[in-house]
């Protein structure tokens, strides 16, 4: 299994190129499954999730071409994929593949909608939670599905096809939501959600589903209105720029000091974090080509932070925004509000000499004047992150074991970050 090994304690200066979105490109290469037409989707990120959406997608019946094969010609950045959906040859989503990524049991909403019928694995728990299905239960639900829930795997229905409704979400859910428009986009009439989901991979979702011929109105509001259509087209759409991979190399600058330009990065997309690092003592610049992130000799100022769907901080950039705290002038509160298990990086920072105490869903750090290498290991994508970031600014040498992680989410993560100076490198096997 590979490991990343830093040599810490170095500023980083220079530029780093932002990449798509992961989170945006999974429900928009779901989408796909929604019409017989070529789905063009730009600015891909080539990662791990990625591509294990894409063989996913496959044994539903989407066929892909990358940059009409040619994928390596721009260094592997900012891929151009076509998807095709010309027939769907099959229904189910099988535990096999459902269970290695939960983001694939959102394909539960086009299937259902397309093709009156949808049998997908239920996804499991995952190392930050327990992660129940219920709200996608209920909301489909209410669009008329009839839903079994047999062998470990929901079934749903709706012979006659979706019925638009409104329905109210109990609790705020960005996948539910992202389910929720392309089901509702083939219903018949009018469905109007409440208490969506805002964040900015729901706009960019619903904007590509316009651009394929869906009503959609609200999206990025807590009211989202979708006036049902009978079939959609093909679209090309481009991939917002990766706002947690944004906060999180803002982050390692705040940590580490020096003066780095996030190439691409679109300040609105992350505007909580980015005025809490402000607080923090960093300088953030918005510029046209992207945002410019500094921090010079003075101390990192505590902050506390609470976690909440967007507008407000995001449970992604929780552990990193911990890494940078472990290092403040004193004690910050960070506060979790959004998965119940999503503290795993505490005892790993505390292998690089931080100070955390846990109260609940509160961890409470006491900042200390520096942290000191050692062998870290993460159970999920953005705790192994957090790791990465404390390294960087620890003094000696951190080796952060299961770097799979860091594959599902960050694109050439060592490329860029030894582009600014850092001393990072992979060690297979
Ligand atoms: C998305 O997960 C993201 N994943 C997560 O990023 C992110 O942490 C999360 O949203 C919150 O922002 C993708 O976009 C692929 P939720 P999702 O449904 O949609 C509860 C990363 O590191 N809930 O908004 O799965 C749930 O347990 C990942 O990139 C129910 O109770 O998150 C949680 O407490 C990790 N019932 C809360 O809602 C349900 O039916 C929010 O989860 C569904 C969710």
């Not at 009409?68 to 099988?94: C, K, L, M």
């Not at 990524?101 to 394909?107: E, G, P, Q, T």
């Not at 979708?226 to 093909?234: A, E, F, K, P, Q």
């Not at 992150?385 to 799979?404: C, F, K, Q, W």
Request: net charge neutral; proline share 4%.
């Amino acid at each position: 299994m590979d490991r990343i090994r830093i040599a810490g304690g170095r500023e980083l200066n220079g530029t780093i190129p932002i990449s798509g979105a992961k989170n945006a490109a999974l429900p928009l290469m779901i989408a796909s499954l929604l019409t017989d037409d070529t789905l063009t989707l730009e600015n891909v990120p080539h990662l791990a999730d990625v591509e294990q959406l894409i063989r996913i997608l496959g044994n539903h019946g989407v066929d892909y071409s990358v940059n009409g094969r040619r994928e390596h010609q721009n260094g592997g950045y900012s891929r151009t994929i076509h998807f095709t959906a010309r027939q769907i040859v099959d229904t189910t989503a099988p535990y096999e593949l459902v269970s290695k990524m939960r983001a694939s049991f959102w394909v539960i909403g086009p299937l259902l909608a397309r093709m009156g019928e949808a049998r997908v694995s239920l996804p499991g728990g995952c190392s930050i939670g327990t992660r129940p299905v219920d709200l996608f239960i209920d909301g489909l639900s209410a669009l008329g599905a009839e839903i079994d829930i047999e062998g470990g795997y929901i079934v749903a229905r709706a012979p006659k096809g979706l019925v638009g409704a409104r329905y109210a979400f109990p609790k705020v859910s960005v996948g539910a939501t992202h389910v929720m428009l392309m089901a509702a986009a083939l219903a018949r009439g009018e469905t109007v959600i409440e208490n969506a989901a805002c964040e900015p991979e729901i706009v960019n979702l619903a904007e590509c589903l316009n651009k394929m011929g869906a009503r959609i109105e609200g999206a990025g509001t807590p009211t989202v209105r979708i006036d049902g259509v009978t079939s959609l087209s093909g679209a090309r759409h481009r991939i917002i720029p990766d706002r947690i991979e944004t906060g999180t190399y803002a982050m390692a600058v705040a940590m580490t000091g020096g003066d780095v330009m996030l190439e691409g990065a679109e300040p609105e997309l992350l505007k909580s974090a980015l005025d809490t690092l402000e607080q923090t003592g960093v300088e953030i610049v918005p510029l046209n080509s992207g945002i410019r992130v500094r921090r010079n000799g003075a101390g990192i100022r505590p902050v506390d932070v609470t976690t909440a769907p967007f507008p407000g901080f995001p449970t992604d950039l929780q552990a990193q925004f911990m890494a940078l705290m472990t290092m403040a002038k004193g004690k910050s509160r960070i506060t979790e509000t959004i998965f119940e298990n999503r503290f795993m990086h505490v005892q790993e920072l505390a292998r690089l000499g931080a100070h955390i105490g846990l109260a609940g869903q509160t961890a409470i750090v006491e900042g200390v004047s520096g942290l000191k290498g050692a062998q870290v290991m993460a159970t999920d994508l953005r705790a192994s992150v957090s790791l990465v970031i404390a390294g960087l600014a620890a003094e000696g040498e951190t080796t952060v074991n299961r770097v799979y992680h860091l594959d599902r989410g960050f694109e050439r993560l060592e490329e860029k970050l030894s582009g600014c100076g850092a001393k990072i490198e992979r060690i297979s096997g």
